[in-house]
């Protein structure tokens, strides 16, 4: 079924520049088949083919682009089990939470489909002419966004589906009328094979070019360098490292016409308790956050890596209750021996460090790439003071941080760097302190969450899921949820066109039924 | 009057590194007072000024805000004649032109106070709870968009008012919620100091934090590279050349935080005249063509520098009647020496050209820095093999360039890098062609005009005065019109926040009576 080949403007084609090999993280086996490679050759055949394909898919009809969503998503769930046992292989994560994370990818799909039958994307708008204005007549101006052209999303190891091939960024992209071509990320080939066909089989299914969807395989940071510097690539999405991401951007905007980089890096997703709510129930926050970190072998970018509380009442019964819970956790298997790796180096540098102490491990695993969970203990003048504890350590490890007051701990929200999430625990009797927190926080959060915990990313017209510098690379952004459609399209202002020549959202008579604005004032006109 | 003081935070300073001298371009004589040039201890007390009121000028009440633009507007009018007067002065500018741009920025200040009391621009999202979902129950999302913080705007050079210390940038800034920091430019001091003093007069009587608006004088790139890198600035707005919008760029991206810079650096508007259009209408085309590009003596950002024909009916037509108006146009002063000789050196490059013909120059004039406007020809093949024949003159010169066919005039659309406007002389026959160049130019420029020519950029709604890069540095935004407002804001999620907490624009009840996306749908809930 799998052929280990890459998907170019259609047509399946061997790699030849190494091979790349799918491994089992339970294990450490590789799995057949073996993957081919890609070079610059076939990023410039698959740039070219999107290119191709660009100009005629950003303008088919709203209608027919929804139902290429739409029927992107059947495709991916046509492909049934299979797709969920190879996920299962790949990246050792669990049924459940593969099914979960399919329907999550669909649905993401399909809610992009209604954004697009929406089409209040484009933001239409028209300022009537004014021909006997004094001194000078006004003309007709319209406006309508439009795609960005040929899009690369690099696949994400954490999230084999909802952040890979069909994830966030190929359905926004794909939404906002731009083709996409996904660098598949080498952790889980065959699960990108199986979804690269399945969004082929929408493209050829709804009779467009095949230019508008391509899957690359590649070893190294080669594959893509050569992609993001490509001159036909309109526009970035990438989520991982921030060594990664910085690399990126650099590339983009050294080109000769740089280009935008949607990159989400890192975040250690601040929690802070607030004296009441810590007071009030200690134990529970206690076990709600240990199951934050914990979840999925901790793997989630919203991971919360840095628990404040203020000394007081509840600060131990919080710490006993979260160390129960780890203590209680068997180690997981994590999605690659890579960031196995880096997980055991994480947990190393913080055991050894000699401002933090170890509260809590879990349990030891019996298979490969496990390590148990970690949780660590030190002060907020010590977190200020090294650099290295703010760092995101990428798996199932967090710090609990005291601070002396409400002061040090708006210190502390003050002089961490941007966040995707900052977390606040309060009680009616913390609202005067959370209403001095939250300008900060908002500063330095693309979300900012109450009494929960920020694992859970929602899709839904609200989300932000991004955030200010180092968390991404362009914190007037998001990743998740249907604002996402707005990363790839830019504005383009039509004057005095004739009605032959007027594209369709911004037409006389509003032919669509969009929302516009017309002088200025929203409306079905 | 004129002190020749800095404003900073509220104070006149007077820089101590080095002098800046206002000069009369007409006569090339130096006008008094005598201006200090601020350092770095200067940027940074205006940086942290600007920061100390940034959490509050950005929660001001739309109304407020509102209130302060229209108090900026009122007290430019009240500058009177003074600033006209001084204006005039410094650039050389007549009255009437000076008179206009007054009334645009003006204008513009009570646009974005229109758009603020809308409320729109926060884009405010709500996604009700779903408690009883299942698996897993929905918390309460809202968004709405906020201020990035701190904006550094440059004054241009080529509009005094419109795009200087109260023009696009900063009135967009101020509207979104974000304190400014204004660089002046040093060929127009006493303007700025004069709408600097309108700004802080405002601020003052609104009753806001006085580091809401500063404003610097300085020589050299210093002082605009050290305002780039301070970690205080949170984005960059610019109208200049592209070697220092490139410069300015660079320095943002290499910050730790790297923050966007919005660069309106260089564009020459390249006119297309189609077949029936030339055939029918040669001469009027030759005339309006020519007045465009002579108008302000050609200072135009917009100033159409290339004029694309082909072969046929009317070209001879259309070079006769453009000549004979180029012919017997007299020279025009120009802003400044500096802005004279970059005319006079690219005026020369092309008369040298083994490749360019001269049709027409102007008749010379008796000032200082005046130089008669030119009229160069030359042929398709011959510009897209010459990179240099791309490049802006910026001033009253343009380029009339000859394509064999259709298909070459296509592929120079395609070739030309990225424009802030396009435009097309069309009649009903050329339909065809025009729809086959279309999408070419919406992928090269912000604005497409039709039987028009592209000075003149009227602040409204559908504006984009922007365009793919090098035109700008982010083809994503615009510096004039209402939506310029989005530039400088960044979307922030609000997961299940006690109603005590909720920002009131995403407040239950719609207090503001906005415009709200309520699970996706828009209405006034």
Redesign the interface.
């Known amino acids: 079924m799998l052929t280990g080949e890459m998907l170019i403007g259609g047509v399946g084609v061997r790699g030849t520049a190494g091979e790349i090999h799918g491994f089992n993280p339970a294990t450490g086996e590789s799995v057949p088949p073996i993957f081919g490679a890609g070079d610059a050759a076939d990023v410039d055949r698959a740039c070219e083919s999107a290119w191709s394909a660009s ?1 005629h898919y950003r ?1 088919t009809s709203l209608v027919s682009r929804a139902a290429f969503l739409d029927a992107a998503a059947s495709e991916i769930v046509a492909c049934g089990d299979a797709l969920i046992e190879r996920a299962m292989l790949e990246t050792g994560l669990p049924r459940a939470r593969l099914l ?1 994370e399919r329907d999550r990818t669909v649905a993401q799909l399909r809610l992009f489909a ?1 954004v697009v039958r ?1 089409g ?1 994307f484009m933001e239409p ?3 009537a002419a004014m021909p006997e204005r004094r ?2 007549p ?2 007709d ?3 309508r966004h ?1 795609a ?2 040929p899009v690369a999303v690099f696949g994400a190891s954490n999230f084999p589906l909802a952040f890979s091939v069909a994830g966030g960024d190929t359905a926004a992209a794909l939404a906002a009328g731009c083709p996409v071509i996904v660098k598949a990320h080498s952790a889980h080939p065959g699960t990108s094979e199986l979804v690269g066909r399945a969004l082929q089989r929408a493209v050829a299914a709804c009779g467009l070019p095949a230019g508008v969807f391509s899957l690359l395989f590649g070893n190294g940071a080669d594959i893509g360098a050569a992609l993001v510097a490509h001159h036909r690539i309109a526009a970035v999405g990438f989520t991982g490292s921030r060594a990664a991401g910085r690399a990126l ?1 650099a590339i983009a ?1 050294a080109r000769v ?2 280009i ?1 980089v949607y990159a989400e890096m890192s975040s250690i997703n601040p929690v802070y308790a607030l004296p009441a709510a810590l007071a009030a129930r200690a134990a529970t926050i206690g076990r709600g956050f240990a199951a934050s970190v914990t979840l999925g072998a901790g793997q989630f970018c919203t991971n919360p890596g840095l628990f404040l509380a203020i000394e007081g009442p509840g600060i131990e019964e919080f710490e006993a209750a979260a160390a129960a819970e780890f203590e209680s956790t068997i180690a997981a298997t994590m999605l690659s021996s890579g960031i196995h790796a880096a997980f055991c180096a994480g947990v190393q540098r913080l055991s050894h460090h000699e401002r933090v102490k170890v509260i809590a491990r879990g349990r030891t695993g019996a298979g490969a790439n496990q390590t148990p969970p970690a949780l660590f203990a030190t002060d907020a003048a010590s977190l200020l003071d090294h650099a290295v504890l703010q760092e995101e350590v990428f798996g199932a490890a967090s710090l609990v941080v005291r601070c002396r007051d409400a002061t040090e701990m708006g210190d502390v929200a003050e002089r961490l ?2 966040q995707l999430t900052a977390t606040l625990h ?1 009680e ?1 009797a913390d ?1 005067p302190l ?2 001095r927190l ?2 900060v926080l ?2 330095k ?8 915990f920020p694992t ?1 990313v ?1 899709v ?5 899921h ?1 955030g ?3 968390a991404t ?4 952004s ?1 990743s998740v949820g ?2 996402a459609i707005r990363r790839f ?10 009605a ?2 007027v594209p369709v959202a911004i037409a006389d008579g509003n032919p669509l039924g969009l ?1 516009r ?1 017309l ?2 004032e ?1 409306g079905k006109h």
């Open positions: 100009d303008e979960g209604d929406d209040g708008r028209i300022d001194p000078q006004r003309g101006y319209r406006q439009i960005l052209g951007m905007a016409e740089p935008p760097p941007g309060l009616e609202v959370a209403r939250l300008p908002e500063r959060a693309g979300r900012i969450a109450v009494n929960g859970g929602e839904c017209h609200a989300m932000v991004g200010p510098f180092p690379s362009d914190g007037r998001t249907s604002l399209l830019r504005p383009v202002c039509y004057q005095d066109l004739p032959s020549l929302w604005r002088n200025g929203l």
